[in-house]
Nanobody, 122 residues
Framework: QVQLVESGGGLVQAGGSLRLSCAAS????????MGWFRQAPGKEREFVAV????????YYADSVKGRFTISRDNAKNTVYLQMNSLKPEDTAVYYC???????????????WGQGTQVTVSS
């Protein structure tokens, strides 16, 4: 079982930056893809970005493309989400999740972290 722990959230002013981390532990597979999602109050969960452990292929939601960058450090089993030019509408709980990578883009995330709060003030 893979365990995922997010960190790096906090309060930031509009236009600022944050970098989120997702540390994976337990048994993982090289074919896994790691994604970031977010959920704002009263809203449904929203896809943000995803990356493959092997090869590093990425895919982004249109709402964050050009502002956010997903990356990974395979040696540390850690995925990052660099968030620049943050907007108040980016305020949400951010979750990382693991997909076994059978399809691209992934469509079957099975393991989820506990989430980290990102608040962007106007």
């Amino acid at each position: 079982q893979v365990q995922l722990v997010e960190s790096g959230g906090g309060l930031v002013q509009a236009g600022g930056s944050l970098r989120l981390s997702c540390a994976a532990s337990g048994r993982t597979f090289s074919s896994y893809a790691m994604g970031w999602f977010r959920q704002a109050p009263g809203k449904e969960r929203e896809f943000v970005a995803v990356i493959r452990w092997s090869g590093g292929r990425t895919y982004y939601a249109d709402s964050v493309k050009g502002r956010f960058t997903i990356s990974r450090d395979n040696a540390k089993n850690t995925v990052y989400l660099q968030m620049n030019s943050l907007k108040p509408e980016d305020t949400a709980v951010y979750y990382c999740a693991a997909d076994k990578g059978y399809r691209w883009p992934p469509d079957a995330y099975e393991n989820w972290g506990q989430g980290t709060q990102v608040t962007v003030s106007s």
